[in-house]
């Protein structure tokens, strides 16, 4: 922004102070250049986030050359895993394309499937230089539930359960939690199947992170 102001000086140099022009305050704009933007940049970068869950708030500025923000820019912004970055296959979910205003686009409602590292985004817009995230990561909260991931099947008498019985600790979003390495034990339920009968086998879990096996 410009500022406009004006003083009188005569032939002996003499000189009266500066006016503002029109009157108005010194920290008041006149009149603006306007220069397009060159190039985005993100200007709050994504988080970590469970799989599925929103990611907070992503805010992508379209820049002048000389960095200013510009707040005239009407820009359509794209938004999408960086390519080799993440985990391969995962989805980004939510409103990818939006549009700039008073130099920003914000990307409210995003979320990423699939749990891993590494993940960047790339903001792109027609005529401008791309934008590429810091890195951030998708990964599920601590153990809160244990659920059956292989339901025991029927079997003979003394025979083993087939396919193995997999138990899978859960977040309280119900999202996987691979870095689980608890024990998990196995009992026959109080009050259902024959009384007396004994569970045989292994009974403490040990099949993985986040997925014990019970025998």
């Given amino acids: 922004p410009y500022h406009w102001q004006a003083r009188v000086v005569d032939g002996s140099a003499l000189s009266s102070a500066w006016t503002a022009f029109g009157g108005n305050a010194d920290s008041a ?114 153990a809160a539930a244990l659920v059956f991931a292989q339901q025991p099947t029927n079997a003979a008498a003394g025979q083993a359960i087939a396919p193995a019985v997999q138990v899978g600790a859960h977040d309280a979003d119900g999202n996987g939690v691979p870095s689980f390495t608890g024990t998990v034990t196995v009992a026959n339920a109080s009050g259902h199947g024959t009384a007396g009968a004994a569970l045989d086998g292994g009974d403490h879990g040990g099949g993985g992170p986040g997925r014990p096996t019970g025998h």
């Fill in 29 to 142: 704009a006149d009149f603006r250049v306007a220069v397009p933007a060159t190039h985005l940049a993100f200007a709050v970068q994504p988080r970590a986030a469970p799989p599925g869950a929103t990611l907070a708030a992503i805010h992508v500025q379209a820049l002048e050359a000389s960095g200013l923000v510009d707040t005239a820019s009407t820009a359509s912004v794209s938004i999408a895993i960086a390519a080799g970055t993440g985990t391969s296959g995962a989805v980004l979910s939510g409103t990818r394309q939006v549009t700039v205003r008073h130099g920003v686009a914000t990307f409210a409602d995003l979320s990423i499937d699939a749990q891993g590292s590494g993940y960047r985004l790339a903001a792109t817009a027609s005529g401008l230089t791309p934008a590429t995230s810091d890195t951030f990561s998708i990964a599920s909260g601590p």
